[in-house]
């Protein structure tokens, strides 16, 4: 039995495999009817000594998003009070090196409650691990335009930071080495964090996983989103706070369907590049500008980063669709390239004349995985080197056609703990080669641990714009060179 002090009671942990841990503390109130669209309140305090030894609830979902959103929807109880943590700590006497994490989902699914994420490998590599339940899709980031904050699901993660900020020395970690960490929607809501200015100071790393600047709403897309929602539960602003909770997932899921499947700039605007409606947006208020907007004028958080992507992250996303030729990629692509002045034919001949070798399906591929990950993960990494350490790596084989290792195949090893039993990992996530599970995982314990990263290949060099060397893990070897992807982003600029 240990207890601990936090700034609003006492919570008492277990002892687990070597570890001290504490699941489901709530760093802000629940989310009730009347506080749905609130900022995150604070936890009411209490005197008695709580329990911390069951995981909470969760938010509110449908899954949705085909077949990648319907392997990244959580199937566990949903609730009101899930603004919780999961804490896991080689002990609370020490002052050990802190990782936030941030769950992935595209803004609507998942949750900090995952059997990936409880492996406590972070822990077990002397590090206090942190792992964070926000409020998704329409709970945390419908607009309103009533005075309700905007980006609240961001909102959620920056008080989860300062509860970290405030308590975390009563676990054993150290508050000025804090390392702010996610994959996909995560990786978008770190860069996005790092933009906000109500995060300043709340962490010394950042570490955008398969995920950087990509899905930011204008004021105009997220006011097209607020009136499909009313449209959808036939029902005013003032309403969608009074609806049941069922009613508004269903809506969600609706509408995330309709974004996902039948992308159109007109009614999604920069949204439907992604094809993800429920995003961030510049709000004038928490989120100023674009986080590349904010990366090249110095006003994101200066810290250093580690950012990369897996070599195939559309391999995944291309099995929802229909077989196809050139031209049809090209229509299904249309849409989703209007924000950056060009047509689906344009994009699509620029791609197959760089990459001819390539099927149609493996141009769509192409261009789908450059647009969401790639090219925003490189775009970000060029504009923070300007101003801070960036060390930018690559997870997976170089294949044919642009497979390689799909969205998200490295979660399993990034959470690998030696010795733990993998055969409870979904296949997406497996660890096949334990050995190298082990060395990818002290990667990231590195850079967390001592802000330079070292790898198997040795020191990591500082990635630079003019000279984009990373690391690239490719089982079983990690090698440094430049970056296979680095000329991506000039298919897309504007002649």
């Given at each position: 039995m240990t207890i601990v002090e936090t700034n609003a009671g006492r919570i008492e942990g277990f002892e687990e495999d070597g570890l001290t841990v504490f699941l489901g503390v709530a760093y802000a109130a629940p989310v009730?009817?009347?506080?749905?669209?609130?900022?995150?309140?604070?936890?009411?305090?209490w005197?008695?000594?709580?329990?911390?030894?069951?995981?909470?609830?969760?938010?509110?979902?449908?899954?949705?998003?085909?077949?990648?959103?319907?392997?990244?929807?959580?199937?566990?109880?949903?609730?009101?009070?899930?603004?919780?943590?999961?804490?896991?700590?080689?002990?609370?006497?020490?002052?050990?090196?802190?990782?936030?994490?941030?769950?992935?989902?595209?803004?609507?699914?998942?949750?900090?409650?995952?059997?990936?994420?409880?492996?406590?490998?972070?822990?077990?590599?002397?590090?206090?691990?942190?792992?964070?339940?926000?409020?998704?899709?329409?709970?945390g980031f419908l607009h309103l335009n009533d005075g309700s904050p905007d980006n609240r699901g961001l909102l959620d993660q920056i008080a989860a930071l300062q509860w970290v900020r405030d308590n975390i020395a009563q676990f054993g970690g150290d508050p000025a080495r804090v390392t702010f960490a996610g994959r996909s929607a995560g990786g978008f809501s770190v860069a996005a964090v790092m933009a906000m200015p109500a995060a300043k100071g709340l962490f010394a790393r950042a570490m955008p996983q398969s995920g950087a600047s990509t899905a930011i709403a204008t004021m105009d897309d997220a006011q097209k989103l607020t009136q499909r929602m009313q449209e959808a539960l036939q029902t005013t602003e003032a309403g969608l706070k009074e609806v049941s909770i069922a009613a508004l997932m269903v809506a969600q899921r609706d509408l995330c369907n309709q974004s996902y499947e039948r992308h159109s700039f007109d009614r999604d605007g920069s949204a439907a590049m992604l094809g993800v409606p429920f995003v961030p947006v510049i709000d004038g208020v928490s989120l100023l500008e674009h986080p590349e907007a904010a990366a090249d004028a110095g006003r994101v958080a200066q810290v250093p980063m580690m950012i990369g992507c897996t070599t195939g992250e559309y391999a995944t996303h291309a099995t929802a669709q229909p077989d196809m030729d050139f031209d049809l990629a090209a229509q299904l692509l249309h849409e989703r390239v209007r924000a950056f002045g060009?047509?689906?034919?344009?994009?699509?001949?620029?791609?197959?004349?760089?990459?001819?070798?390539?099927?149609?399906?493996?141009?769509?591929?192409?261009?789908?995985?450059?647009?969401?990950?790639?090219?925003?993960?490189?775009?970000?990494?060029?504009l923070h080197s300007e101003r801070q350490p960036v060390y930018k790596y690559l997870y997976g084989p170089i294949e044919a056609d642009e497979l390689g290792a799909p969205h998200g195949a490295e979660v399993g090893e990034v959470w690998y703990r030696a010795g733990m039993d993998v055969s409870h990992l979904p296949a997406r996530q497996a660890v096949t080669d334990t050995a190298f599970g082990s060395q990818l995982h002290d990667v990231w314990v590195s850079f967390i641990r001592d802000e330079t990263p070292i790898s198997p290949a040795g020191d990591w060099p500082i990635y630079r714009a003019e000279k984009p060397v990373l690391l690239q893990m490719q089982k079983p070897d990690f090698r440094f060179e430049l970056d296979p992807f680095d000329n991506r982003p000039a298919l897309w600029q504007s002649v």
């Open positions: 009730t009817t009347e506080r749905r669209f609130l900022a995150p309140q604070p936890v009411e305090p005197s008695d000594v709580r329990s911390a030894k069951v995981l909470s609830s969760i938010c509110p979902q449908i899954p949705t998003y085909g077949p990648v959103g319907n392997a990244a929807a959580s199937r566990l109880q949903f609730g009101t009070d899930f603004l919780t943590l999961n804490i896991r700590t080689p002990s609370v006497a020490g002052s050990a090196p802190v990782l936030v994490w941030i769950h992935g989902g595209g803004y609507a699914l998942g949750s900090a409650n995952e059997t990936v994420l409880q492996s406590g490998a972070f822990a077990a590599s002397g590090v206090v691990e942190v792992s964070v339940n926000y409020r998704l899709g329409a709970l060009l047509t689906g034919a344009d994009i699509v001949r620029r791609y197959r004349s760089a990459l001819p070798d390539h099927s149609p399906r493996g141009i769509w591929r192409a261009v789908g995985g450059d647009l969401v990950f790639q090219n925003p993960a490189t775009r970000f990494a060029r």
